[in-house]
Nanobody
């Protein structure tokens, strides 16, 4: 049974940084490719970025240059470093996992999800 738990969200002012973590209990974390998604109020879940089991990263255009994804397979944890936060970044952030080498941008490609962590950025 795969379980993912996000942490690190909160209420912050625009311009500051936050680091989200996604801790997994998957047994063999290194065989999973991972993704971060967000759901803003009234909107569909959308891809933020992901990291493959080999460490290859991909991210959406809206966060490139501000958000960085990393993973520590020894700790079964993935991170989302968010810098220069904007009010538009306000959302619930979810991590997701799928076995295999490929990061997909579609939420439907992931079988395992965390419960989400709220990030609220005030102006």
């Amino acid at each position: 049974q795969v379980q993912l738990v996000e942490s690190g969200g909160g209420l912050v002012q625009a311009g500051v940084s936050l680091r989200l973590a996604c801790a997994g209990t998957v047994g063999s974390f290194n065989i999973y490719s991972m993704g971060w998604f967000l759901r803003a109020p009234g909107k569909e879940r959308e891809f933020v970025g992901g990291i493959s089991w080999t460490g290859e990263r991909t991210s959406s255009d809206s966060v490139k240059g501000r958000f960085t994804i990393s993973r520590d397979n020894g700790k079964d944890t993935m991170y989302l470093q968010m810098n220069s936060l904007k009010p538009d970044d306000t959302a619930v952030y979810y991590c997701a996992a799928r076995p295999g080498p490929t990061v997909f941008t579609s939420p439907g490609q992931y079988g395992y999800w965390g419960q989400g962590t709220q990030v609220t950025v005030s102006s």
